[in-house]
């Protein structure tokens, strides 16, 4: 089982930035998908963005051109960069491997308007 632990919420006005980390238990995580999922109070868990073993990235529309997700092989790390943050976007974030991690506790975001 690999392990996940998520850091880097906070509280931002809408128009700000905030980055996540994620750091990875897995030893090598080159091999595997990376994703971020969020989850709003009364919501369901949703996908905001996977990037795949092989370099492909893949984002909930209405994240596109704002998120980026990215790695650190080296570091065992996955980033989400949150650009332009709207208060529908907050969210606790979580950072999953699917098929190999469990769920961390996630990270808070809020963004005020």
């Known amino acids: 089982q690999v392990q996940v632990v998520e850091s880097g919420g906070g509280l931002v006005q809408a128009g700000g930035s905030l980055r996540l980390s994620c750091a990875v238990s897995?030893?090598?995580?080159?091999?595997?998908?990376m994703a971020w999922y969020r989850q709003a109070p009364g919501k369901l868990r949703e996908l905001v963005a996977i990037?795949?073993?092989?370099?492909?990235?893949n984002y909930r529309e209405s994240v596109k051109g704002r998120f980026t997700i990215s790695r650190d092989n080296a570091k065992n790390a996955v980033y989400l960069q949150m650009n332009s943050l709207k208060p529908e976007d907050t969210a606790v974030y979580y950072c999953?491997?699917?098929?190999?991690?469990?769920w961390g506790q996630g990270t808070q975001d809020t963004v005020s308007s």
């Open positions: 990037s795949t073993s092989g370099g492909n990235t």
């Open positions: 999953h491997a699917p098929g190999y991690s469990s």
């Open positions: 897995r030893s090598v995580i080159s091999g595997i998908a």
